[in-house]
């Protein structure tokens, strides 16, 4: 799946970093980098855009207004330099806030929250699936192929078929770009596929080849999940 986007900004220096982004982001196409709102609305008129990375503070016509002067608006992704207009960003129904200057790392988490919505209204037709950064590389991981994940330090290990990566980013974090899906947390530091274990024997759960701690706060809710589904 890719998402056909646009970026509008009036700064060429924040265009260009946006453009560097998405381009090493596979699951988005790049259909136009815009200068200011009117060049966007052309492009939406005459393309079926899916997503915005907007900037709020610009001349002649704010990226608040113009977004809330189309009728069928695409989804959107606010950037500015300015933190006080997160509020009115959110009540436009937002998929995030990006203050600049921001990382890959931060764009790549929005990117993700975008995905997981756009997986969601195409469940029927479409693999849901993250991109994650590990070792400078992109990765492209399937949901459904997540055996299971856990908290490391300042990592999460991310386990998916005959494969681990390591991603910068927290726990907490990552459960929640993973959205709705099979993960079910058992651990305060590992979550698990219901859809990968083997057996439970005492307070460990056994996936693949690992032993993954039953943690006492999350087994009587775990356990309530799998006998729903016997």
Same mark, same amino acid.
């Given at each position: 799946?890719?998402?056909?986007?646009?970026?509008?900004?009036?700064?060429?220096?924040?265009?260009?970093?946006?453009?560097?982004?998405? &381009?090493?982001?596979? =699951?988005?196409?790049?259909?136009?980098?815009?200068?200011? *709102?009117?060049?966007?609305?052309?492009?939406?008129?005459?393309?079926?855009?899916?997503?915005?990375?907007?900037?709020?503070?610009?001349?002649?016509?704010?990226?608040?207004?113009?977004?809330? &002067?189309?009728?069928?608006?695409? #989804?959107?992704?606010?950037?500015?330099?300015?933190?006080?207009?997160?509020? @009115?960003?959110?009540?436009?129904? *937002?998929?995030?806030?990006?203050?600049?200057?921001?990382? #890959? @790392?931060?764009?790549?988490?929005?990117?993700?929250?975008?995905?997981?919505? #756009?997986?969601?209204?195409?469940?029927?037709?479409?693999?849901?699936?993250?991109?994650?950064?590990?070792?400078?590389?992109?990765?492209?991981?399937?949901? =459904?192929?997540?055996? %299971?994940?856990?908290?490391?330090?300042? %990592?999460?290990?991310?386990?998916?078929?005959?494969?681990?990566?390591?991603?910068?980013?927290?726990?907490?974090?990552?459960? $929640?770009?993973?959205?709705?899906?099979?993960?079910?947390?058992?651990?305060?530091?590992?979550?698990?596929?219901?859809?990968?274990?083997?057996?439970?024997?005492?307070?460990?759960?056994?996936?693949?080849?690992? =032993?993954?701690?039953?943690?006492?706060? %999350?087994? $009587?809710?775990?356990?309530?999940?799998? =006998?729903?589904?016997?």
């Amino acid at each position: 799946m890719s998402i056909s986007c646009i970026i509008v900004d009036d700064e060429p220096a924040s265009r260009e970093i946006l453009e560097k982004y998405i &381009s090493d982001c596979a =699951s988005l196409n790049l259909v136009s980098s815009c200068s200011n *709102a009117f060049e966007a609305n052309e492009i939406i008129n005459k393309e079926q855009i899916q997503l915005i990375f907007l900037d709020i503070n610009m001349p002649k016509l704010s990226g608040i207004k113009f977004y809330k &002067s189309l009728s069928n608006p695409p #989804f959107v992704i606010f950037t500015t330099a300015y933190p006080e207009y997160a509020v @009115e960003g959110f009540e436009v129904d *937002a998929i995030d806030y990006l203050l600049k200057p921001f990382s #890959f @790392e931060r764009f790549l988490k929005s990117v993700n929250k975008a995905l997981n919505i #756009f997986n969601q209204k195409n469940s029927n037709n479409h693999v849901p699936f993250i991109v994650l950064k590990s070792d400078k590389k992109l990765f492209r991981v399937n949901i =459904s192929d997540i055996n %299971y994940l856990e908290a490391i330090g300042d %990592y999460v290990k991310v386990d998916f078929l005959c494969q681990s990566i390591m991603v910068h980013d927290t726990f907490q974090n990552l459960l $929640a770009q993973l959205g709705e899906s099979n993960l079910v947390r058992v651990h305060k530091s590992f979550a698990i596929s219901l859809n990968k274990f083997e057996h439970i024997e005492g307070n460990m759960i056994k996936i693949k080849d690992k =032993s993954i701690p039953i943690g006492q706060k %999350y087994r $009587a809710d775990l356990l309530k999940i799998i =006998s729903s589904r016997a």
